[in-house]
């Protein structure tokens, strides 16, 4: 025992160093055989020496000598070691460096390498938003963002599954054969049996086209349907990358306005040869497009001869009872090319989508994508259509429904405590986000700043307009990378950075209060008065306050949001308390009545924090 | 016990019946899960009836009761069935169809969809070659192609292993995170630290884009840099994809030939603003250009002041001791763009490749792959960089070199021994691939359909001709997706297609015989001979033959490759056996000696064989 440790001590001082990595994801074996090959790569073990025995390395490395044989049997394989008869096992003599290495002669790296290029290539023309994300956003701890994914929503488990299934040799043998332009079939029927008839449409294998996410359909579209002599409708504000697209077409740009019924179908859209339109959740705003909005865009296309092409936006996240239909199942006249993303489903990075067309147009787009980058990969085509075939699909949609409700849910309350003056545009309850307008002085880039810097990102909305004057007093907040219990304190923080920007001067009270309501004047204002409000998602809101104390409120589009809590006067201040509404927290005010406009502002610093209308005093 | 027998047997008969599917790659788990389902979402488990208990499925199935137990539960979590407390399971009230299902109203398939279309894309813009692979080309018993991929060389063990690292807890957050412009960081650091330097390139990460493939990669350069006012100078024959591409961008486009030394560098290329090349293994003739080639070419680049795209295909497929680094590494002054492929050595089907050039072009080209499909998936970027980083990739290198040499070496004696009278251009001793050219009265089709009735697939080259009138009679052989003992089988069923469409009857021997040699006159010619021959493979062969019935053969660019064998005449036919060459069988040949040409001929039918120069005769 002690001879054999004394041995091992020996051989272990003249071995050269094997230091596994400790990069995390790799079994011990993998790093046996890493550091080897390193150790073999670097000259440390040199081609033609001899390995030490695998009960020494057991020993120097710490590790269990089977563990060792099976690593040094793999490196065996890949020829980096050799066997010689009963003497073990040594670097093999091309082991190491099989494939010569290069002198590096030169490379773009040096002298002056860059010159050649200078004005050669046309990067200026696609320009990109100034906004950019801080790459370690998942750091900030309030992310009120929209479209960066969620860790805790993504269906790990499932895909993990599906991928495992995706990996059996059967599924193997097809990656390696294939080659062609196809999609793969089993991927095709599912997006045909289990998504679309979600969205009222029906489609043939040879209408659908299997694409690198949305955005590649949309690129497929464009090239394919625009040029110059092309009038194109986009939505004011919409996609950016939309407006992008077409311009790299030279295609004439219409910017149509938005409403909260979505696009505006009206005699503007008489020249278009192709809209561009997200109905279920429109890019940037959310508003949903209505019904009759839906069949008057329908109607107006087959009057004036254009194209739609529908972009099936977050059309995974209607909170609703029933979602509309996609527009490309109400047609009649298969105008429609249909565009949506399984990216929401699975996971952004891996990049799937695909486009719903008439078979001429499938066919152009499968030459096109074939052209620029063949098709997307068929590995996780497969594992996604297991995925879907598991029944995945409707369970992760359930749960990001649920989770992303509650989490809108949210941020509107929060929205409507912390930032009650400001408008949320257009009203809407599906989707993700609020488009928020702030007052005219606000300069949403400054607000991002001040936000950052209080640990709050949220996104400007300046690269959604296409004309050149965006509004600079625009941001979006959105749910999809916070968990529901830190939005309240991430809009607080937000309400700080606004305050600490925008000083409205002539909305706010004197310091010393003049023009506000008094003790007794103020309770008998305030008694039996029914105010009338508008929530910041635009729900009217009525008040009732009871001479005896009570409150009643409803809001809501139906009025469906009741709630009830307590008013009373301290001092010169009306203080109210709801059960659940804001949070059941006490609220302490300053009001000022002018006519029939009722004001809040804060005792401290006077800053105005909501209006409203007094409707009738008893 | 017979009690609860009869219990189960009674539910059992009321049971509604659930199929397992019996499709593979699904765990029995999974069968259930799906089955459950499908029963739900087609009424046979209708919303709200209580479940069978697990036992009694269990029995139904033919299962163990733990996996219907776990199945059930992860439907419950699913919310597919519901639990009511000391009642079991329920399938739930919306568990089958949680999202409603939409009545189709319409869609692309309904009436006459297409009208709408007609004329509106510009389909016709990208054409395709004629020639299609069958679909189901790998049941072809010789598949003698290149490009499409051999499933028994594809390293699956080690993809796998890779891959099931990449799904790790920690990657999969990754994938959740990132929805950015970068590339995996990890797969940018061993392209540039492992593959890189074995072609002689040396780049920084800014220097480095991931692209979804090489056609990615060449897509993104045509759009960045060229235009209609470029001059682009592409290989003739050469990749008919870089043709289409730089069409598309409505470049001019000047078809430089190509010779046993690559891309023909000569004044032709003075008013170049873009050449496009292939010097690795020129698409299609695999001609590696040779080193004096490259320089001249970066010579012309700097004196002419064009930019080369280098293609660097089958980078992979050296087999000389030493390769020739990349144009790209010869450079000074950076107006290269390199392109490679990591297909090959993963899977076509996972669509990975890579570019690398100045930062300035990468900055752009990122911003154009984020436009038109952001980026390549981030898995398989990441199990690829695995796969690389766990040493694979030189592993898998060595493997393929070895495997398609022999292969290839296989193919050139097999072409030498069965078409010897034809010619294979240009003469290349790397790659997987011969282009083969026939008589002039071949016709390359038929010869498709002839060798395809016969189990035979080969390749047809007009597609890689620029020109309005490309060569019929021009074809490619490959070896990337057939065993090497298929090799010869495969090669003398081509041939007998041939001999089926092409009786050169000009060059055929009367029936009689008539102008061949008979018995001692053939001896006497032949005694003593020096015969100079060419192979097929463009190599000089020079065989002498002793007076004593001894033969020896010299033949490769070096005379490296050498033979020796026995020669006599039985009859009026001149009989000959190798040791090794033409498979070590006995040919019986007639013989024509007219002045100084010698030609072989088969005695039935009298076709020609083969011809050569008489050098000398005692």
């Keep these: 025992m002690a001879k054999r440790r004394a041995a ?36 440390t073990l040199p081609a033609g020496s001899r390995m030490p025995s695998s009960r020494v390395l057991a020993g120097q490395l710490g590790v269990a000598r089977n563990t060792v044989v099976l690593a040094l049997q793999t490196l065996l394989d890949d020829g980096v070691l050799s066997a010689r008869a009963r003497s073990g096992l040594y670097v093999a003599e091309d082991g190491g460096t099989p494939v010569p290495r290069l002198e590096t002669i030169g490379g773009p790296s040096e002298a002056n390498p860059h010159q050649a290029w200078r004005g050669r290539f046309r990067s200026a023309e696609i320009e990109r938003s100034a906004f950019r994300l801080p790459p370690d956003w998942q750091r900030y701890p309030f992310p009120l963002l929209t479209a960066q994914f969620d860790r805790s929503l993504f269906p790990v488990r499932e895909w993990r ?40 449409v029906s489609a043939r294998p040879e209408e659908i086209l299997v694409t690198a996410g949305a955005q590649q359909a949309l690129f497929l579209a464009t090239e394919l349907l625009a040029g110059p002599s092309t009038h194109a409708v986009v939505e004011e504000p919409g996609n950016p990358d939309m407006r992008r697209l077409l311009a790299r077409r030279g295609a004439k740009l219409q910017l149509q306005p938005v409403d909260e019924a979505g696009l505006v179908v009206n005699a503007g859209l008489s020249r278009a040869d192709i809209v561009y339109v997200s109905p279920s959740h429109q890019r940037p705003t959310a508003a949903t497009m209505s019904m ?59 990049r799937l989508g695909f486009m719903v067309a008439p078979p001429e147009m499938i066919e152009a787009a499968r030459r096109l994508r ?61 989707g993700t986000t609020y488009c928020v307008q702030g007052p005219p002085d606000l300069d949403s880039a400054a607000l991002l700043n001040e936000a950052a810097a209080r640990g709050v990102l949220i996104e400007p909305l300046d690269d959604y307009f296409g004309r050149a004057d965006p509004p600079r007093n625009m941001f979006r907040v959105g749910v999809t990378s916070i968990e529901k219990d830190r ?69 809501g589009a139906d009025g469906e949001d009741i709630d009830t809590g307590r008013w009373w006067v301290e001092g010169d201040l009306w203080c109210r308390q709801w059960t659940s509404w804001a949070y059941g927290e006490v609220s302490r005010l300053r009001v000022r009545i002018t006519g029939d406009r009722i004001e809040w502002f804060r005792p401290e610093g006077g800053s105005l924090v909501d209006a409203g209308v007094l409707a009738r005093t008893d």
Tied chains: 1, 2.
Aim: aromatic share 4%.
């Design 8 to 43: 091992t001590r020996t051989t272990r001082a003249g071995l050269p160093l094997i230091v596994l990595s400790t990069e995390p994801g790799l079994t011990l074996q993998d790093r046996i055989r890493r550091a080897v090959r390193e150790a073999v790569e670097a000259g």
């Design 292 to 350: 009759p909005r839906r069949r008057a865009l329908l109607d107006s296309a087959r009057e004036n001869d254009f194209l739609i092409i529908e972009d099936d936006f977050e059309c995974e996240t209607h909170y609703l009872d029933r979602a509309y239909p996609a527009i490309a199942g109400m047609q009649t006249d298969g105008r429609v090319i249909y565009v949506a993303s399984l990216s929401r489903i699975l996971a952004p990075a891996l």
């Design 487 to 555: 939005i309240r304190e991430g809009v607080a923080r937000l309400s700080e950075a606004v305050r600490a920007l925008t000083m409205d001067v002539s909305a706010a009270l004197p310091a010393d209060g003049a023009g506000s309501l008094r003790g007794p004047a103020l309770r008998k204002a305030m008694r039996g008065a029914t105010l009338l409000c508008r929530t910041v998602y635009g729900d009217p809101c009525t008040i009732e306050l009871a001479p005896d104390g009570a409150m009643s409120g409803r809001a």
């Design 370 to 430: 074939t052209l620029v980058s063949r098709h997307p990969p068929l590995n996780n085509q497969r594992a996604a259509a297991l995925f879907l075939s598991l029944g995945h699909y409707d369970a992760v949609m359930r749960r990001l429904s649920r989770v992303l409700r509650l989490r809108l849910l949210a941020l509107r309350d929060a929205l409507n405590h912390y930032l009650p003056q400001w408008v949320a545009i257009p009203p809407i309850r599906e």
């Design 161 to 200: 599954e599906a991928q495992r299934h995706a990996l059996s040799v059967r599924e193997m043998d097809r990656l390696t054969g294939s080659a062609g332009e196809a999609d793969d079939p089993l991927l095709i029927e599912q997006i045909r049996t289990r998504i679309l008839p979600r969205r009222g």
